[in-house]
Each structure stands twice: as structure tokens, then as C-alpha cells.
């Protein structure tokens, strides 16, 4: 069942259309990886489906009972953020606040929910720590707890792995490849880490000049995969 149905979307902003006649969908359990040149729209396209942004023609669908409003986000961090001075305990709750709506506490069932992601995180132990004295890695942690406390069906996370060590990376994503696979909570994931996504994701969104959706297996074997898989292993040498 597709949870998720983009039809002729166009994203722009300030009147401009940088990308446009986008047309893809996403089904329950799926890990699709959006990949393409800087200044292509990824996080554009993000933020269209969390409904932040309008789009500039087309139209997103929803279905299983999915919404925006539903939807576990994990955004890039900016300075600021990360400086936020709040506990580990405090931002994790934050993400039951979709949950209940009208309410100005946070019930037991939220409390307890808190608590199981930031187990399965591994950052119960810091819960009372504050989130800006934390390494990058144990943020992302904690924003992936977070982001788990809003939704029962899927993920969006945009360059999760940004600014992290190798080691601390390849934790990070089997963590949501764990959450994927286990708990078949469908993955959205914006990655400028073209490896990473040929080997976790099941389906590829390539934006820019040329658009592709497909297969993983497709894409690797398409022109255009080919080429920008062997473009960024240039720029890493």
C-alpha cells in the first residue's frame, strides 16, 4: 500500500520552479534515498511533503492513514540548534506533542514512549544531560529518538550523517536500517553519502537536471546512476 503520492509536483521558491513534473511514491515499509546536486530541491521537496512548503503545481497524497502532522522529521541541525539548552529527556518528550493534541502535559503513555526510544537509542543513561554538552553523533541520537516519538509509519531525515566520523555514520544508519527493517517504519532519507544509499535504500529518487525513480538495483544500472556514483567516488579520491 503507498503511504505516499507525489503526482506532477514542481518545488520553487520566490516564484522560481527549480524542479518540476516530480512523480514518485512510497509504500509502507519502504527506504527510499533522495540523492542529486546541491541546489536540486532535495530539502525542498522534504518540506513540501511536510507541508512547510506549497508546492508550485502538483500534489501530494497521503494514505494508510498517514498525514504531515504524523510524520517523524529529523531535519539538517544548524549552530544554533545544536546549542539548544534543554535536556535529552526534555527534546525526546517534545516529539509526543503531535500526539496529543489540546493537551499542555504530557501523559504516561508519552512518558513511556520517551523512555523505550531513548533505550533503544542507547541514551537513557543520558537523559538528564543537557543536549548541547552532547558529541554530534549522541545529538543525532537523540533527534532520532525524538523524531520515533512522532510516528508509527515513517521517517524523514535529511542528512542524518552530516559532519559525523566514519564509525559513528555507519552506526547511525543501521540504526535506521534496524527501525526500517524491524519495525517497518517507511524511510525518506536526503544523502549526499551516494554509498550509503546504493547499500540501504530500496528505491532512489535522483533530483536535478535529469530525474530518476526506481529500484536501487535500477539506478546503479542506469546511465545516470552510473555516472554519479563514479563522480562522487572522483571527488573522494
Partial sequence: MAQLVCKDLALGYDGEVIQDKLNFE??????????????????????????????????????????AKTIGYLPQQTVVQRDFPASVREIVLSGCQGRGQHRFFYSAEDKALAKKNMERMDIYDLRNRCYRELSGGQQQRVLLARALCATKKMLLLDEPVTGLDPKVASELYQLVEDINKKDHISVIMISHDIQAAVQ??????????????????????????????????????
Fill in 200 to 237: 540501504y535504500a530500496k528505491h532512489i529518487l535522483h533530483v536535478g537536471g535529469r530525474t530518476f525513480y526506481g529500484t536501487r538495483d535500477a539506478y546503479v544500472n542506469s546511465a545516470l546512476g552510473r555516472q554519479f556514483i563514479n563522480f562522487e567516488a572522483g571527488e573522494e579520491a
Fill in 26 to 67: 512510497v509504500a509502507e515499509g519502504d527506504y527510499l534515498c533522495i540523492v542529486g546536486e546541491n541546489g536540486s530541491g532535495k530539502s525542498t521537496l522534504m518540506k513540501t511533503i511536510l507541508g512547510l512548503t506549497k508546492p508550485m503545481g502538483g500534489e501530494v497524497l497521503f494514505d494508510d492513514g498517514l498525514t
